[in-house]
């Protein structure tokens, strides 16, 4: 059984969460900023389909990409010197967003619901939510959006229109986080795609613990300031995984 919560209600704790489906933990208590917020900041997530209540989750491993391992095919940072696609961030969160539920192929409906659309929104306003956009004479050609609180960016989707689009607009994320002394991106689900950047599998105790370091951290955030951002040519020019993060 998993526990029904009320909009006050607190979140029961990690190991409370199911192993099949693996990690569902509660349901219910709204879509609220404060209470997606809270959940972030417990190593929980919101992930439901339209008509269903709200879901959340924790599994057990959890997908994580620690910056420092990132790797980049050579193929793609060819790619990203060519500067085919200008990055911009926090330009056109709700358009990032709204891509990003539309029609995939092999996918019947999404999980990006009106309602969790209006609630990142609103987190983006308040400084929460983000979106590293890759844009191609003038059109938006792909890009991703996540949460950033203390030095944890928690990645969401990505949608790309044109080739690699989303991939170099992942490069340019953690380029940006690298440089902001942010060492973890959470992914949330395993995935092969991820995998191929360097993200891997994790104990969900492990995840808490960094988590509980990472999440309070006293450093302050580093500022996301909307508009055109380039990472500097050199520091995207590899191909190789560097050591593992302890």
Request: hydrophobic residues 45%; glycine residues 8%.
């Amino acid at each position: 059984m998993i526990a029904w919560l009320t909009p006050q209600q607190p979140f029961p704790p990690l190991d409370a969460a199911l192993a099949e489906p693996n990690g569902l933990l509660a349901a219910g208590g709204g879509l609220s900023p404060e209470r997606v917020v809270e959940a972030y900041r417990r190593g929980i997530f919101p992930w439901y389909s339209e008509g269903q209540p709200v879901l959340w989750w924790s599994p057990d491993p959890r997908m994580v990409l620690f910056t420092a391992e990132f790797r980049v095919r050579r193929s793609l940072a060819k790619r990203v010197r060519q500067r085919r696609y200008e990055i911009r961030l926090d330009t056109a969160f709700e358009r990032v967003i709204r891509a990003c539920a539309g029609p995939r192929q092999g996918q019947d409906g999404t999980w990006i619901t009106e309602a969790m659309i209006a609630t990142y929104v609103e987190l983006h306003r308040r400084g929460v939510a983000h979106s590293v956009e890759a844009w191609r004479d003038g059109e938006l050609a792909g890009g991703l959006y996540g949460i950033a609180l203390g030095r944890v960016f928690f990645g969401e989707s990505m949608f790309a229109r044109e080739a690699d689009a989303s991939k170099v607009a992942l490069v340019h994320l953690v380029e940006r986080l690298r440089r902001d002394g942010v060492p973890l991106v959470d992914c949330q689900q395993e995935t092969s795609h991820l995998a191929g950047f360097g993200a891997r599998p994790i104990p969900r105790r492990a995840f808490a613990a960094l988590l509980a370091q990472l999440i309070h951290s006293d450093a302050p955030p580093a500022p996301w300031i909307a508009g055109r951002w380039t990472a500097p040519e050199t520091d995207i020019d590899r191909d190789t995984e560097t050591a593992p993060a302890p």
